[in-house]
């Protein structure tokens, strides 16, 4: 280059920047590499195959300490004997050896030339073959001769080989002896220390080396690496980004580890082992990990690896800020679906096991469901799937003559001052309703609601009590009568499933008291309260009773000043969403104060939703006025109104806040009276906020395909139908039923009264001898005081109720009927003596004196042939503690021997038989004849 | 004292205050450049710019909106763009001294000589490339894509914005009519460049900075780019939030702020107004005065343009190119007029033809 070239600038100054910049792009791009390939989860593998190996070494030494070392030392000494015998023996062994390896060199020249040979043979024939179906006899012939030259060969190779082949066994056969012994000492010691062996490869395994770190480093981490990202792919649960149904993809697994693994039981997270590991993940379970994989119960982000980016949500505020400070946790922004919190988890159950009643190991979500329908949710929100739900307040369409103007009125101001157990919420003066100018119109409003039902509510014919009733007669009515199977009264709380039944005096009268206890549907048709077949005394001691207690301070409440400008100002209101304002006020004026205050009343009940639980004279086809839930597990963040309220933008934090106090999203806010949110304040304890919102939550919008989800066979689905009647009339307030236990139980102390266990009773029961007994009940056990009431079921009810305990016991439906052969004469008269001889007229008496301990007596037998299965006589003779475990009636039978030797040669299955018979023909003459019998004995 | 200068800025900050206030500095910038671009003025400037800045930085929502990764190439287009406006007219302000002095200018000298291509060229093109490179590894490493929830078809981004290069244009859908702002303005926008080198066809200037003598082009086209473009385009990023309401830089991005939009149109206003008389049924009537004030502005300036101000122009152009040139920098004025014309009276819209769906 000319040193006379023209320089622009100082190339010194450029070469001084290149080096800068190229070293600090090398330091970038180095730092680039490794920051890429520093991820948390590898950080969480690492961590895992320490803890596995501390905790493979720890389960080596004890291995190793319970390790027999006296059994292995005597092992040891064998091996060294043999093995000092084996190796005097050597040259006889290397000379057996020395045999060995030409005879083997000759078998498999044999061999080779015997398949060569095998080869040549079939080509031959086919050749012979062709040329002979040609027609070319002449070279047919060739390959003729050639077939037959070397058929003899052959064979001849073969016995040959077969030959050199036995004599090889033979040689063998005498080495192993020698060495057999020495396997065989190797196995046992093989044997003996297996399981620390296997740990120490295991402990090996783990061990960190130079090869694992080469194949995990950056850039070389796409060949073989120890640390990869586990995922489990579900191909038949997808996810929804709106316009693609994409495959589920959980890489949960990549940081826990040891979820599906026993044993990590005691790990940290995120090594610990799943919960209920039978129930979930394991491959045995219902819900094994590769069908399930996580998100779909947990939500959250599957495909992420990374704590933050997995949208790990905390279960409490404790919990969040020990997360922030650990690992730097934040909500994760940009995905809406969220993991449930572990309290919640629940939720996700029902988007698989839809139609049940209660969901199988979910008891949170079903306490929820189960409030829900309590407190009448589904009568303001709709919610699909829970439509087949009843009203659950009482019927309000003839409430003129149960209840006075000026109690509702006292009632609708605050309801818990009548009774502090009620499940009706406040609904006026509520924190956005409590400033003076709505106050006012509270009071109107409940004044108008007042009127509105007494006019709008047809009478009904009541009947007097005819004599005066003595209270504490009525009291011990009311607690032996079977009252307690829905009712608290006073301290006796097994059920609340009806109201409490306290401080009736300051509410109804006489007359429409008795009339109710007396025939409930008669006031209310559709009411679930059943008639308990009451006598006239019966009813007029209860009535006495139940109005002898009174709530003095809720009597003395001065019912609410109403203000007219008040209701004219609401009928104003509801007006002028009609008409123009001046047609408004002429209408008004055209009507009388009652009948303004009727319309506000009118206007209000329509406003406020109260037909959702009442069925009220003129709603009768209103609609639910409350938000539709069918999808609230699924609301999109923004659609909840969050108000000025200060909580996490979170679904649970929402509904849990509305639920405590639902009007809160109105505070800060400019709303007129009719604008204002209106759900009314249930005061639910914080527990029950905490399963409502795992119900809430459970309501998803989730497109699971019919093969994952839970179906239920037709059985199931009428054993589902049978459980929500009896969730209805609450028949585990009384009876011992379907896993249940009868909730009056825990308050009788002679077990013997209390109402019969009804498990298995599908198998014990005729079908329609039960069809018939729920249709009208009839005393089976004339002792109990308890009675089973007169539910007035229809047709359909009471055929869901057969089926339903039909399934429960497995019975198939069969076309039989009673299916046994008449019985001869003899054995009819057999049955008869044995029937003396066990001396059942003893406890089965057709007509018990009062006084005798219930435990000591059983249903009629007259019954039997009605109301038992034949079947089901056989398996409760054989062994009753086994049909119900804790039954009064005596084992004849132990262990299958009869006590009774004379009769039908003691065969005891004979006997059974016999008595069985006799039962089915067991007629009131029979038992008269069996009574008079007995009584020379006792 | 930084809370009360941001309440201070929030309290200033509107449409017509930052799009007078860019006005105004424009005005001094294209009439005195040299004192503008002088360096005790441009140290002035940097100082008072990057203090706002940092003390904006330490206000939350500022900082969450400036660091969004979408934003931070906005904020970087708006210093690069200040330093080649700042060296252009530098250039062209030494150029123009070389002139007067009668020596040749700058690039004149360069081209006497001659270099080697290598290394001269390429050696510094080399580096540069590898400080960008530089740029870019740290850039992907601090600034992640910003991907936001899977798309939503029920649920639209509040505020949906229009990507920066068309935020000028979704900006003037606040005061023009979606035919006028998304359609005929942008047509006459790429027309207009692509017509500049016909129009503005002088080649005495060409090869060089200089600013005396382009004066009136660059005084155009810096309004063009900086008030209706770039400026549009920083408003649009930084101060317009949810429901396209205006918020201040330091004031929060809250949805439910309401704010009510009165604007009338020019028909209502003097039939209604003034008139006092019903609107005319026909549209041809209703909307004479629109349609007359719009034909006046298109066809009496020009001419009078071409005898004063713009005469030598006539004069080297000739009419057909001036008439190009005319109609474009009035459609072009025609935007802040129309603006300043709905800030001050609250025109909706000088035409206003439903029936046609066309309205100016």
Redesign the interface.
């Known amino acids: 280059m000319a040193d006379k ?5 100082d ?1 010194k100054k ?1 070469t001084f ?2 080096a800068i ?2 070293i ?2 090398l330091i ?2 180095v ?2 590499v490794f ?1 890429d390939s520093a991820r948390e989860w590898k950080h969480w593998q690492a961590k895992f195959v320490e803890y596995s190996r501390e905790k493979a070494e720890s389960e080596l030494q004890a291995a190793e300490k319970s390790l027999d070392e006296k059994k292995l030392e005597e092992l040891k000494q064998s091996l060294a004997q043999v093995k000092e015998t084996a190796l005097a023996r050597r040259q006889e062994m290397e000379a057996i050896q020395k045999e060995l390896d030409p005879l083997q060199l000759e078998i498999t020249k044999t061999k080779t030339r015997h398949q060569d040979l095998k080869q040549f043979h079939d080509s031959d024939r086919y050749f012979f073959e062709e040329y002979s179906e040609k027609g070319e006899a002449h070279k047919a012939a060739d390959y003729r001769k050639k077939l037959s030259e070397r058929e003899p060969e052959i064979l001849s190779l073969k016995t040959a080989l077969e030959n050199q082949e036995a004599l090889r066994d033979e040689k063998e056969i005498a080495l192993k002896q020698w060495t057999e012994k020495e396997k065989e000492i190797e196995q046992e010691i093989k044997k003996l220390t297996r399981d620390v062996t296997g740990l120490e490869t295991k402990v090996e395994k783990l061990k960190p080396n130079l090869a694992k770190e080469i194949l995990n480093a950056p850039m070389l981490d796409f060949m073989n690496p120890t640390l990869r990202i586990q995922q489990i792919v579900v191909e038949n649960l997808r996810d929804d ?3 693609a149904k994409v495959e589920k993809v959980d890489r949960c697994v990549t940081c826990h580890l040891g979820i599906d693994q026993k044993g990590f039981e005691d790990a940290p997270q995120p090594f610990k082992t799943h919960s209920r590991l039978e129930l979930f993940l394991s491959s045995a379970s219902p819900h094994p990990a590769e069908e399930f994989g996580c998100t779909t119960c947990h939500g959250g982000s599957g495909h992420s690896v990374d704590f933050v980016t997995a949208a790990h949500t905390p279960r409490s505020e404790d919990q969040a800020r020990e997360w922030k400070k650990k690992y730097h946790w934040h909500p994760m922004k ?3 679906e969220k993991m449930l919190p572990l309290n919640y988890v629940e939720a996700s159950c029902a988007k698989c096991h839809t139609g049940v009643v209660e969901v199988p190991q979910a008891p949170k979500l079903n306490e929820g469901r189960n409030l829900a329908q309590t407190f009448g949710c589904f009568g303001c929100h709709k919610v699909e799937g829970f439509g087949n739900r009843w009203k659950v307040g009482p019927e309000l369409t003839h409430v003129q003559s149960k209840l006075e103007s000026d109690w509702i009125t006292r009632w609708l101001e605050n309801p818990k001052d009548f009774r502090a157990s009620t499940k009706m919420p406040r609904i006026f003066h509520l924190s956005n309703t409590s400033d003076p100018e709505s106050v006012d119109k509270n009071n109107a409003t409940i004044a108008g609601i007042a009127a509105y039902l007494m006019k709008n509510s047809d009478p009904v014919a009541l009947e007097s009590p005819k004599a005066a009733g003595d209270a504490k007669e009525g009291e011990r009515l009311v607690k032996e009568t079977g009252c307690l199977g829905c009712h608290t009264v006073g301290s006796l709380a097994a059920n609340d499933h009806g109201p409490e039944l306290t401080n009736l005096g300051s509410k109804v009268k006489a007359d429409w008291l008795y009339t109710w206890i007396k025939n409930p549907k008669h006031y209310a048709p559709e009411t679930r309260m059943p008639s308990l077949r009451l006598t006239d005394e019966e009813a007029s001691h209860i009535t006495t009773y139940l109005l002898s207690q009174r709530n003095e301070k809720f009597e003395s409440k001065k019912p609410p000043l109403v203000k007219t400008e008040a209701v004219d100002e609401i009928s104003l209101t509801f007006m002028t969403s009609k008409l123009r304002f001046q047609e408004a006020k002429a209408e008004l004026e055209k009507m009388s104060p009652e009948a303004r205050l009727e319309y506000v009343g009118q206007q209000a009940i329509n406003q406020q939703g109260c037909f959702g639980c009442h069925a009220i004279k003129g709603f009768e086809n209103a609609k639910p006025i409350g938000t539709e839930l069918t999808e609230e597990g699924s609301k ?1 963040i ?1 659609r909840l109104d969050f108000g000025f309220v200060d909580i996490e933008r979170t679904r649970q934090a929402w509904f849990s806040q509305k639920l405590k106090e639902p009007r809160i999203f109105d505070h800060g806010k400019v709303k007129a009276y009719h604008e204002k949110l209106r759900m009314p304040q249930f005061d639910f304890t914080d527990e029950q906020v905490d399963s409502l919102v795992t119900f809430l939550l459970s309501l998803q919008k989730s497109e699971i395909p019919l093969e994952m989800k839970k179906s239920l066979t037709i059985k199931e689905n009428q054993i589902e139908a049978g459980r929500l009647l009896v969730s209805k009339l609450n028949c585990q307030g009384c009876h011992t039923l379907d896993g249940k236990e009868g909730s009056v139980r825990s308050i009788i102390e002679d077990k013997g009264n209390a109402p019969p266990i009804l498990n298995g009773e599908g198998k014990k029961v005729e079908e329609v001898w039960l069809y018939h007994f729920l249709e009208n009940p009839t005393p089976i056990r004339p002792w109990l005081q308890y009675r089973m009431p007169s539910f007035a079921f229809h047709e359909k009810e009471l055929s869901a109720f057969v089926q339903y305990f039909n399934h429960l016991a497995g019975v198939e439906p069969s076309y039989k009927g009673k299916g046994i052969p008449p019985s001869t004469l003899e054995e009819v008269e057999a049955g008869h003596k044995l029937f003396q001889a066990f001396q059942c007229i003893k406890c089965h008496k057709s007509n018990p004196e009062p006084g005798l301990s219930a435990s000591f007596l059983a249903p009629d037998l007259v019954m039997a042939k009605d109301r038992l299965r034949p079947e089901w006589i056989i398996d409760w003779l054989k062994d009753p503690q086994e049909v119900e475990p804790g039954t009064m009636m005596p084992t004849f039978f132990a262990e299958g021997k009869s006590p009774v030797t004379d009769m039908l040669e003691g065969d005891a299955a004979k006997q059974i038989k016999a008595m069985r018979d006799y039962l089915m023909v067991f007629t009131p003459e029979e038992a008269a004849r069996i009574t008079g019998e007995a009584k020379p004995s006792k | 004292m930084i809370e009360a200068f941001k309440e201070a800025v929030n309290a200033v900050s509107s449409p017509v205050t930052i799009f007078t206030g860019s006005i105004f500095f424009f005005a001094l910038l294209v009439l005195f450049p040299k004192q503008m671009t002088s360096s005790r003025m441009s140290a002035v400037l940097v100082v008072l710019g990057m203090g706002f800045f940092l003390v904006g930085l330490t206000d939350e929502h500022f900082r969450t909106i400036v660091k969004t990764p979408d934003n931070v190439p906005i904020v970087g287009m708006l210093f690069i763009f200040i330093y080649f406006t700042w060296f252009a007219l530098k250039k062209g302000i030494a150029n123009d001294e070389l002139i007067a002095a009668g020596k040749p200018t700058k690039e004149k000298e360069e081209a006497e ?4 291509v290598f ?2 060229l390429i ?2 093109e ?2 540069t490339a ?2 960008y ?2 740029v870019l ?2 850039w ?2 601090f600034l992640k894509a910003p ?9 639209s981004p509040n505020p949906s914005k229009a990507p920066w290069y068309f935020l000028g244009l979704q900006e003037m859908l606040v005061y023009f009519d979606p035919w006028i702002a998304g359609v005929l303005l942008p047509t006459f926008i790429v027309l207009g460049l692509c017509a500049i080198p016909y129009i503005d066809n002088d080649p005495k200037t060409s090869g060089f900075y200089c600013y005396k003598q382009r004066r009136l082009p660059i005084a155009f086209f810096l309004f063009g780019i900086w008030i209706l473009w770039f400026q549009l385009i920083l408003m649009g990023t930084f101060l317009r939030g949810p429901n396209w309401n205006f918020f201040g830089p330091f004031e929060v991005w809250d949805v439910h702020k309401v704010v009510p939009l009165l604007n009338v149109n020019l028909s209502e206003f003097i039939f209604i107004k003034w008139l006092g008389q019903g609107l005319p049924r026909e549209w041809y009537l209703r909307e004479a005065p629109g349609i007359f004030l719009t034909a006046v502005y298109f066809l009496v300036p020009p001419a009078i343009l071409a005898g004063t101000v713009f005469k030598k122009l006539y004069e080297k152009i000739g009419a057909v190119r001036y008439s190009i040139f005319i109609m474009l920098l009035l459609t072009m004025l025609a935007l802040p007029i129309k603006m300043y014309l709905r800030w001050a009276f609250n025109l909706k819209y000088i035409v206003a033809i439903p029936e046609f769906f066309f309205n100016i």
């Open positions: 070239t023209p320089s622009l600038y190339l450029t920047w290149f910049s190229g600090t792009l970038g791009l730092v680039m920051q980004y709106y316009f940009h995905w809406s999109e923004d | 000589e001659k270099v080697m290394p001269y050696y510094i080399f580096v590898l400080f490179a530089i590894v740290l992907s490493i991907l936001e929830d899977p798309a939503n078809p029920t649920i």
